[in-house]
């Protein structure tokens, strides 16, 4: 990672810049919004890629510390996916973020009680907790 | 059934507001299958994306719907990138860091 960012100084012009956004293993709430408002199944676990996450900061801090770049800016924000079905959600899931994200068994069991109530325009919401760091060369 | 994905451009918003991307070089890292990239694709001045997925690159050259003379997608790594030095102004690494 680390020469990752080294690569990306030497393709930058003089005072260029560096967008980090990446999301965030932090847990998240699966939703379901509805007409009348919106009710949460439980927290997703998002720890598995944890050390990863962990890895990408230290490798931002070390090319700071290195004075490759200048932290000139850090935001957060939600990165948000809607499904029709639960069905739906727990493929999407299964095929594309197993390695990110697991449903505990408890979310499970209470995202299926809150989707068979087929309140009306039901959607099912999975923010992403996304970070967006802004690095001039130096 | 695949998810409707950041229907309030939170993502896009975001970018643009942490740097100025008209008439820039922009390479974004991990371009995947050009989803983000096609979004912003009009600002920049020239704007190159690159990934190791070449399944991915493919969609992406296959969904650029109007010919963007100044949109290209390469098959790379962060790692290793196949560009001289000085010649981006911006550089998105899109959550592959």
Partial sequence: ?138 | MKPIRDPEGAELGHLVAACELDGKVVLEIGCGDGKFTRQYAGMPARLVGIDPELNDLRVAKKRKIRPKPHLFFSQAKGEKLPFPAGSFDIAILASSL
């Fill in chain 1, 1 to 138: 990672m680390v020469h990752a960012l080294k690569e990306v100084h030497r393709i930058l012009v003089p005072q260029g810049i560096m967008i980090d956004v990446r999301p965030l293993c932090v847990d998240v709430p699966l939703e379901f919004v509805h007409a009348g408002g919106s009710e949460s199944a439980g927290l997703m676990d998002l720890s598995p890629d944890i050390e990863s996450d962990i890895a990408a900061d230290k490798a931002v801090d070390c090319v700071i510390k290195e004075s490759l770049y200048h932290e000139s800016g850090l935001e957060y924000f939600d990165f948000v996916f809607y499904w029709k079905t639960l069905k739906g959600m727990e493929e999407h899931i299964e095929e594309n973020w197993k390695a990110y994200m697991v449903i505990p068994e408890q979310v499970r069991q209470r995202a299926r009680i809150l989707y068979h109530q087929r309140r009306p325009q039901t959607r099912i919401r999975i923010g992403w907790r996304m970070k967006l760091g802004i690095y001039e060369k130096l």
